[in-house]
């Protein structure tokens, strides 16, 4: 049973452009939450996604916007890229009930 | 964004020793979660509480639910090498059972066991 799967593991981007992480829950799971660590830092609730619908939102700008599909991936798209926005994007999936939260390793972005 | 304090920052202890960290917010939360996390790793959950005053064990840690519910404490005990790693305590508003929703994260404590 896979768990959380996250892609692509690290990538550069240049100041401006746009990037998008992509995340598959692990099996079973419906809900979906992205995080932001910074190094050094404790990861940051960016959203949550159930039904496809953003269900709950953290203290992050419009330029951080997401998506669920029906069959519960997700995808996280930042624009206008800034220096700061360079961190660990984290996914993390669940399934309410008695619901554990499961982490993926991740997606490294580097803002040039 | 807001944070835990969570202390001590970070840890030096040799093999064998006990440790002990904890976390602190100026809210209520009704669950506290105990991650941890390695080098390239996604953080791995140790140990959750649901009910303020539980305390629950998983082999040799051991973490507390405070009575207020605006605090959390973790203790390792007989540390060995492999416990080597960044401890964060999460605490999420709903309670267990429900969807978490929003965690709020610890800053960390970084633990480092010398042989």
């Known amino acids: 049973d896979a768990g959380v799967t996250q892609s692509p593991t690290h990538l550069i981007k240049t100041r401006g452009q746009q990037v998008t992480l992509r995340c598959s829950p692990k099996s079973g799971h419906d809900t979906v939450s992205w995080y932001q660590q910074a190094l050094g830092q404790g990861p940051q609730f960016i959203f949550q996604y159930y039904e496809e619908e953003e269900r709950q939102r953290g203290n992050f700008p419009d330029r951080f916007s997401g998506h669920q599909y029906p069959n519960y991936s997700s995808e996280l798209n930042v624009n206008a890229l800034l220096l700061g926005d360079s961190a660990l994007y984290l996914c993390?999936?669940?399934?309410?009930?008695?619901?554990?939260?499961?982490f993926g390793e991740g997606s490294w972005l580097t803002v040039v | 964004g807001q944070q835990l304090n969570q202390s001590p920052q970070s840890m030096f202890i040799q093999e064998g020793e006990d440790v002990s960290m904890n976390c602190t917010s100026s809210?209520?939360?009704?669950?506290w979660l105990w991650y941890k996390q390695d080098p390239g790793e996604g953080p791995v959950l140790l140990i959750a509480?649901?009910?303020?005053?539980e305390l629950t064990s998983n082999g040799r840690l051991t973490a507390q639910f405070g009575i207020t519910r605006k605090d959390s404490f973790l203790n390792i005990s007989a540390s060995i090498p492999s416990d080597v790693g960044i401890y964060f305590c999460?605490?999420?508003?709903?309670?267990?059972?429900?969807?978490?929703?929003?965690?709020?994260f610890g800053q960390g404590t970084i633990l480092t066991v010398h042989p």
């Open positions: 809210s209520i939360f009704n669950t």
């Open positions: 509480l649901y009910k303020a005053g």
């Open positions: 999460a605490g999420s508003p709903n309670a267990g059972g429900t969807s978490y929703g929003k965690l709020t």
């Open positions: 993390a999936s669940s399934f309410p009930p008695g619901n554990t939260i499961y």
